[in-house]
């Protein structure tokens, strides 16, 4: 800095210039690792670009292959969630998260139907490497099943594992693992997942929520429209270990202490957002991470094969449809906490082992500002409102339900409102008594009401959105690896090969084709004879969520 620019900073703001500038300067040696690593990219990405072919993969060589879904999550997702950590840990603005550091490209989501694709349309482009249309679940756009890389990677003798935050049934794991006409079909799903297809059982580990559908409604927590309970059948008839609750879980001793095949249902249909969960009743999706990694480590240790896992932070999704920015900032902050898990793991592991991260889709249209009037927007963004948000709006609509059912006293009401939602719950103090009666007026109509909650933080926070679907933004790829070969093919510009760059999602699916040399041709042609017709109509909670968006 020249003598001339100190003079106008002063010598008290020169002086905290080289405070800042000090203490910043360890973290600016700890990212030189990365700008090397990065340098050297480059310099391979422009040996591609002359003509020059890959290093490529041993496809025979043992390996492991995590793929991560962040349902939902776009670019601005990431923007929300740094910002909110950097304001409550009180970090400086060049702390990053996990994922941040790893970003080697982006995806281009439209489905075969539509240029904003579903949960289903968008998993089912990883898992078969083919664009089929909403609602589609493992199966091609003619509605004829389609191999998936789980399928033909267990076929292999790899093991394979699912970890969501999400029903186990819902789009995202069931596209790798089950094949249908239409995502509502869950009680299928559920039997597919089993085992019950012609490629018999293909999945090793199960852990995630969705009890609802391996159990019948006569049961608490089921609601399958047929009389089975696929919980007692897996155990006793298909020889699945089952694991329905904390305590369970945490007899598996961190993945130490696991008996294959492993159902591990932990709600009776999604995890609670993690701005909502209680601890000691359900684990963090970093948890059953360590668990699932662990698990399948040990079990492929004398293997010449590895492992395929797929992990998923559902509700990510969620929280946009719901337009909820203070679960939303939650939920990506836990996801990050299981992806830092994923890279210890890789860092500690011998085998070949990559991870690449996506999103299906963009939920919400989220934009971190907003014009709260129609006069020229101040330019400002408030995460500190999100942090005095101590629940999501879905569990606080639920508790306003159950209290209104409670009490015809409108004063009572009034009160619960203001001191008990307000104040303690959302943090929010300068609420007014017009508000209050849109609450009161929601205040048995919860669909409705958890709208009316989250926009009060949005609006406060100054957090946009412009959808309670999905948008047709392009999201990230992250990626990886302790392998060099991989890492090679992973810079690769050339189409269906590398993942540098921008791609179309079923480049995903192709990548990790290539990289394991699986045929997925093959694999369809072996599931031809799937059931797979819609056989069962919407149910109760089925028509609820789509109510909810949650689709």
């Not at 010598?11 to 690593?37: A, I, P, Q, W």
């Not at 400086?92 to 694709?117: A, C, W, Y």
């Amino acid at each position: 800095m020249t003598t001339e620019k100190a003079s106008l900073l002063g010598d008290e703001r020169m002086s905290l210039y080289n405070t800042k500038k000090k203490s910043s300067f360890g973290k600016y040696l700890k990212y030189l690792t990365h700008v090397v690593v990065i340098i050297g990219t480059v310099y391979l990405c422009l040996s591609n670009m002359t003509g020059s072919e890959p290093v490529g993969v041993d496809t025979n060589k043992k390996k492991n292959v995590i793929f991560m879904v962040t349902d939902g999550m776009g670019p601005a997702s990431l923007s929300l969630a740094r910002s909110f950590k950097q304001f409550r840990d009180q970090l400086p603005m060049d702390d990053v998260l996990q994922l941040d550091q790893h970003l080697v490209g982006s995806s281009r989501t439209r489905s075969n139907s539509s240029l904003i694709t579903d949960s289903a349309a968008g998993a089912t482009a990883f898992s078969c490497g083919l664009k089929s249309y909403n609602g589609a679940i493992g199966v091609s756009s003619d509605s004829e099943p389609c191999g998936t890389i789980l399928e033909a990677l267990k076929l292999q003798g790899y093991m394979t594992g699912l970890v969501v935050t999400t029903r186990i049934t819902d789009a995202t794991p069931a596209a790798f693992s089950s094949h249908v006409d239409q995502r509502f079909q869950e009680d299928m799903i559920a039997e597919q997942q089993l085992g019950e297809y012609p490629l018999g059982r293909m999945v090793d580990l199960i852990i995630g929520g969705g009890r609802c559908h391996f159990l019948p409604k006569s049961q608490k927590g089921g609601c399958r429209s047929d009389d089975r309970n696929l919980v007692e059948e897996a155990q006793h008839e298909k020889g699945w270990n089952y694991v329905g609750n904390r305590e369970q879980f945490d007899d598996l001793k961190q993945g130490h202490n696991v008996q294959f095949p492993l159902l591990g249902l932990l709600a009776d249909t999604d995890i609670p957002y993690d701005i909502d969960r209680d601890p000691k009743v359900y684990p963090s999706l970093a948890e059953q991470v360590k668990v699932a990694l662990t698990a399948l480590s040990k079990a492929t240790k004398d293997s010449d094969k590895g492992f395929f896992l797929l992990i998923e932070g559902s509700r990510i999704d969620h929280a946009g449809h719901h337009n909820d920015p203070a679960a939303q900032v939650r939920e990506v902050l836990a996801y990050d906490e299981a992806f830092k898990d994923v890279l210890k793991f890789i860092d500690e592991t011998e085998t070949d082992t990559i991870a690449i991260s996506t999103s299906d889709h963009e939920t919400g249209g989220l934009v971190t500002s907003r014009q709260n009037s129609p006069h020229y927007p101040d330019y400002v963004w408030y995460p500190e409102v999100l942090l005095n948000s101590t629940h999501s709006g879905e569990y606080l609509s639920s508790k306003i339900v159950n209290f209104t059912s409670s009490t015809d006293d409108v004063t009572t009401l009034d009160k619960f409102i203001a001191k008990e939602i307000l104040e303690k719950d959302l943090g929010i103090m300068d609420y007014t008594q017009e508000e209050i009666e849109t609450i009161k007026h929601f205040s048995n109509d919860q669909s409705n009401l958890l709208y009316v909650l989250n926009n009060l933080v949005s609006v406060r926070s100054q957090t946009g959105w412009t959808t309670h679907g999905h948008s047709a933004v392009d999201v990230n790829i992250y990626a990886y690896t302790n392998s060099k070969q991989i890492s090679s093919q992973l810079i690769s510009n050339k189409p269906y090969h590398g993942l540098l760059g921008n791609h179309e999602n079923i480049e995903i699916g192709a990548f990790m084709e290539s990289i394991t040399g699986v045929d997925l041709d093959k694999i369809t042609k072996l599931i031809k004879k799937t059931k797979h017709s819609i056989t069962t109509k919407f149910n109760s909670i089925q028509v609820d969520e789509m109510h909810h968006g949650a689709y």
